[in-house]
């Protein structure tokens, strides 16, 4: 037996098919006219391509030229050149000491067909980052292009000045961060070596999608050093203006940081529980301020 729900029920409306009407055929200049679908009132709340509608047997041209415009502006995405200097500079105004790097590509060609060449550093960079090491370190941050410079030129410097208040908070002990040209996430390993740091953090420019071609991808691992495998890391995905937000995110690896170094470990074997901690799906503010 099923109890009714009160007529004030906080649960969501579910939208039948049968109870959303047809949007009427609009005469459409190219194709004649577009059949709208019958989902399209749900359309509004992704970006993802669903109830594009119909013109004829095909796609309506607003849609295929939709369609164009993001497999451009995912390919400019990857193609864009890295501005290392700029990015420096802005971190370096954040308060952050900064060093740029490369990995040991050469070009973007040579970087998008080798990707092994984008895990390790170039010889000048790892005798420069020999040279600056000092003391061990809590964390080491690298900044690297990845497949997509627009992302880090675009979420770089907002994710930092949230995540700096939670490194003031736990009061943890930064290597210069490193800002790293034709860069993958393995490069992190080498840098954290160098560096002397007991973790990680390696902010990159996310392969782009046909929604998404400026999202920002933050990878932990703890105890870095070169051969490190991919799930001996954690990833916190899509950082940016419309996916997660900056202060969530820097809880959230504020969260990881800490419970990796209290455990000792990343990876398959650490569980993100952080929205444990969420008041009204917000992440605490932290009690300390960056000054």
Not at 35 to 61: C, F, M, N, S, Y
Not at 148 to 169: D, G, N
Not at 210 to 238: H, K
Request: aromatic content about 4%; glycine content about 8%.
């Amino acid at each position: 037996m099923t109890t009714p729900l009160p007529q004030d029920s906080a649960e969501p409306d579910i939208i039948a098919p049968d109870a959303v009407s047809p949007e009427p055929a609009v005469p459409d200049a190219s194709t004649g006219y577009v059949v709208e679908d019958v989902w399209r009132k749900l359309a509004g709340t992704t970006p993802a391509r669903i109830a594009l509608g119909r013109a004829g047997t095909g796609l309506p041209t607003r849609e295929v030229l939709r369609f164009a415009l993001a497999h451009a502006q995912a390919r400019d995405a990857v193609h864009t050149p890295f501005d290392s200097a700029a990015t420096a500079q802005a971190i370096s105004a954040l308060g952050f000491e900064t060093i740029e790097i490369a990995s040991a590509a050469p070009a973007r060609d040579a970087y998008l067909r080798r990707p092994d060449l984008g895990r390790r550093l170039s010889d000048a960079s790892r005798a420069a980052l020999r040279e600056r090491a000092g003391e061990p370190v809590d964390l080491a941050v690298v900044v690297a292009d990845g497949l997509s410079s627009t992302a880090i030129h675009a979420q770089a410097v907002p994710f930092l000045t949230a995540f700096k208040t939670r490194v003031a908070e736990a009061g943890w002990r930064l290597a210069p961060i490193a800002v790293a040209s034709q860069a993958r996430v393995a490069l992190g390993d080498e840098v954290g070596e160098l560096m002397k740091a007991r973790a990680v953090v390696v902010l990159i420019g996310e392969r782009p999608g046909l929604s998404s071609p400026d999202s920002l991808g933050l990878y932990l691992t703890f105890a870095p050093r070169v051969g490190r495998s991919d799930a001996e890391r954690n990833c916190i995905s899509n950082v940016r203006g419309e996916g997660l937000a900056y202060d969530h995110a820097a809880f959230k690896l504020a969260w990881l940081i800490d419970q990796a170094m209290a455990r000792q470990l990343t990876g398959v074997n650490l569980k993100d529980e952080s929205d444990l901690l969420l008041v009204g799906g917000k992440p605490p503010q932290p009690r300390l301020s960056a000054g």
